[in-house]
């Protein structure tokens, strides 16, 4: 039976771990002028954090395992390598959450080669320090057991996936209800995603021709 340990983050949170974060910066007295946002994770925490700490230079490097929501990642690589000239610059690396690392040190180390900046700092809003390959110079919170954190950014995705992984673990299932399927999926993720991600998710699970809606019913396809 599917049971991940799942926090489910709120928009009001990821802006007050970014102010939090933009402080802990501050403090630091370390000024960045290029803020870099690990694609995609760290997207809307790097836009906060230009916001916070008044920074007009954002750019993206997207950094990326293959991988499913909650599951162990594989091989990290950069997607679409391109070359900037940031010698004259101190660069504030972005990333939503430090896991394994993996994908941070990747980008952190191809930055330092191909864009040569004066400076390179990292910040995360959050960093699992048990199985961290790096400590970022700057978070704001410390995880000292894993879980999942279900980010505003990825509702979507994670409910499709976490929907599609409760109804393959139950392959002998064929048909399930709406109520079934709600119930499942507080039972193995403890979360409740709210109606509309819900309903979207399935929609999307449609679309894809995994489930088909029959009479108020999920029909299970092809998965
Ligand atoms: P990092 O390189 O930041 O440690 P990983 O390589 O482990 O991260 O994972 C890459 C991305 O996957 C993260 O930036 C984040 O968007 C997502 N991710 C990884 N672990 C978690 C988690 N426990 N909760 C939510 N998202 C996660």
Known sequence: MVKVPTKLVTWDEIVEWSMGLSEVIKRSEFKPDVVVAVSRGGYVPARLICDF?????????QSQHWTEAAKVAEKAIIKFP??????????????????????????????????RPREL????????????????????????DWIWFQYPWTRHEDTAQF??????????????????????????????VGDKYFK???????ELGMLKEENNKYLVRSL
């Open 53 to 61: 700490l008044l920074v007009d230079n954002l750019v993206s490097l």
């Open 121 to 144: 700092k990292i910040a995360a809003l959050q960093w699992i320090s048990p199985v961290a390959k790096i400590k970022p110079d700057f978070y704001y919170i410390e995880v000292k």
């Open 163 to 192: 929907i599609k992984r409760i109804i393959v673990e139950e392959k002998e299932k064929k048909e399930w209800t709406l109520s079934e399927l709600e119930a499942k999926f507080r039972d193995s993720y403890g979360i409740y």
């Open 82 to 115: 391109y070359k900037i000239e940031l010698s004259d610059h101190r660069v504030l690396l972005v990333d939503d959450i430090v896991d394994t690392g993996d994908t941070l040190i990747l980008a952190r180390d191809f930055i330092l080669s191909e864009w």
């Open 200 to 206: 979207l998710a399935l929609r999307t699970l449609v």
